[in-house]
């Protein structure tokens, strides 16, 4: 269940850096001629319709980011559904073993001696499957870890519903900025040979010196 959620946590922040870098690279100046009028687009009200998951994005005109915002909200809230379930189960039968009535003392009192009896109730027993299949501390157990995994994934999905109002903001204020045509990143290797103008006594001299070479265009 650990693991499920680090990968569930790791998908979150691989689409938050992806939306991130998206921004980034958006944020190339647009050349506007003086006579262009251009409407107003304004920051705030994508915030405020933010508010309503996707509808930001909508103003914006990132029509493309609804799938992935959606999908995150689809994917915490399974997982949050899916513990709670469990989490009630597993505390419906914690309950059921601890209250179970065969367990119970029960003290008597008669009056005729007036003098109190002890016995133990074992008349009903808890008809719960999980209560019967597991011991009390197992079940406890059980029931502490889908409570702890439930309320982790009702956090994830209240921080992706405030990343998704972060994007839908920032994409506002670069609204009127695009990519620029000669923007440009290429990755190559770099193999440095050593210097014949320093002398071999050096050390280290005859040692080639590798590594990756990133040149930015723009």
């Known amino acids: 269940m650990k693991q499920l959620f680090k990968s569930v946590l790791l998908t979150v922040l691989i689409l938050v850096i992806t939306l991130c870098s998206i921004n980034i690279v958006n944020a190339q100046p647009v050349e506007k001629n003086d006579s262009t009028v251009v409407r107003k687009h304004s920051p705030k009200k994508a915030t405020l319709l933010a508010l309503i998951p996707g509808a930001g994005h909508i103003y914006n005109k990132k029509y493309w980011k609804l799938p992935i915002v959606y999908a995150g909200f689809a994917v915490t809230g399974y997982y949050a559904s899916w513990n709670r379930s469990n989490y009630l189960k597993f505390n419906q039968a914690y309950r059921c073993k601890v209250n179970n009535p ?73 609204y009127y900025w695009n990519v620029n045509e000669d923007l440009s990143v290429r990755l190559e290797p770099v193999i440095m040979q050593p210097d014949i103008t320093i002398p071999m006594s050096i050390p280290g001299n005859t040692v080639n010196h590798n590594g990756l070479k990133i040149s930015v265009n723009f």
């Open 102 to 174: 065969d367990n119970q003392l029960v003290t008597s009192y008669n009056p005729a001696d007036d003098s109190y009896s002890c016995s133990v109730n074992n008349k009903v027993e808890c008809e719960n499957e999980l209560a019967q299949r597991y011991e009390l501390d197992q079940l406890e157990a059980y029931r502490d870890s889908y409570r702890r995994d439930m309320e982790f994934s009702f956090i994830l999905m209240g921080l992706w519903y405030v990343i998704q109002m972060l994007d839908a903001t920032v994409d506002a204020h670069l």
